[in-house]
C-alpha cells in the first residue's frame, strides 16, 4: 500500500481543490487509481470536496474515514466511516451523514488525541444503520482503523 501524505499549508486543508492537485501531481499518470482517503479535524471538509472530484474524474474511492470531522456533511457514492473523540460528536454526526461502520471513543478523550494516540484510545464500534454494534464492539481506535484498512485494500 502506498501512502501520500498531503502537506497543510495554513487553510489547504480546507481546499478540496489543493488537496485534488497534490494527488494529481504525486499519482501522475496513474490518475486512476483507486485510494482511501483518511481525513482528520477540519482537513476532512477538504478531503471530501477532493473525493468527489477524485471520483468525477474517473478515480476510485475505495473508502473515505473521517477523524473527529465534526460538522461536516458526509455522502457519496463510496463507503464512508466516522471516528470521533466521544458518543456526542458521534450521534450529532449522524444526521449530516455516516456510514455503516463506525467508531466512538468511550471513555471520552479530548480531540488531538484521536489523531495523536490511536493506539491508546478505547471505543466502541458501532453500525449507524441501526446502531447495534458487530459482536467486536469494544476496540482500539487503531485497531479499527486497522479493521477498515484491512478491508479495502
Same mark, same amino acid.
Given at each position: 500500500?502506498?501512502?501520500?501524505?498531503?502537506?497543510?499549508?495554513? #487553510?489547504?486543508?480546507?481546499? =478540496?481543490?489543493?488537496?485534488?492537485?497534490?494527488?494529481?501531481?504525486?499519482? $501522475?499518470?496513474? &490518475? /486512476?487509481?483507486?485510494?482511501?482517503?483518511?481525513? #482528520?479535524?477540519?482537513?476532512?471538509? =477538504?478531503?471530501? @470536496?477532493?473525493?468527489?472530484?477524485?471520483?468525477?474524474? $474517473? $478515480? *476510485?474511492? /475505495?473508502?473515505?474515514? @473521517?477523524?473527529? =470531522?465534526? $460538522?461536516?456533511?458526509?455522502?457519496?457514492?463510496?463507503?464512508?466511516?466516522?471516528?470521533?473523540?466521544?458518543?456526542? &460528536?458521534?450521534?450529532?454526526?449522524?444526521?449530516? =451523514?455516516?456510514?455503516?461502520?463506525?467508531?466512538? @471513543?468511550?471513555?471520552?478523550?479530548?480531540?488531538?488525541?484521536?489523531?495523536?494516540?490511536? /493506539? &491508546?484510545?478505547?471505543?466502541?464500534?458501532?453500525?449507524?444503520?441501526? *446502531?447495534?454494534?458487530?459482536?467486536?464492539?469494544?476496540? &482500539?481506535? @487503531? *485497531?479499527?482503523?486497522?479493521?477498515?484498512?484491512?478491508?479495502?485494500?
Amino acid at each position: 500500500m502506498n501512502i501520500l501524505s498531503v502537506p497543510n499549508n495554513g #487553510f489547504s486543508a480546507l481546499s =478540496g481543490f489543493h488537496i485534488l492537485q497534490v494527488l494529481s501531481d504525486r499519482l $501522475g499518470d496513474r &490518475t /486512476k487509481s483507486s485510494v482511501i482517503f483518511i481525513s #482528520f479535524s477540519a482537513g476532512v471538509v =477538504g478531503a471530501i @470536496a477532493a473525493a468527489h472530484w477524485w471520483q468525477i474524474y $474517473g $478515480g *476510485e474511492i /475505495k473508502a473515505f474515514i @473521517a477523524i473527529d =470531522g465534526w $460538522g461536516v456533511p458526509l455522502w457519496g457514492s463510496f463507503p464512508i466511516h466516522r471516528m470521533s473523540h466521544d458518543y456526542e &460528536t458521534h450521534w450529532s454526526s449522524r444526521i449530516l =451523514g455516516s456510514g455503516e461502520n463506525n467508531f466512538y @471513543a468511550d471513555p471520552p478523550v479530548d480531540h488531538l488525541s484521536m489523531w495523536r494516540s490511536p /493506539k &491508546t484510545i478505547q471505543g466502541r464500534w458501532v453500525d449507524s444503520s441501526n *446502531e447495534v454494534s458487530p459482536p467486536k464492539s469494544r476496540l &482500539t481506535a @487503531a *485497531e479499527f482503523l486497522q479493521m477498515l484498512l484491512n478491508r479495502y485494500q
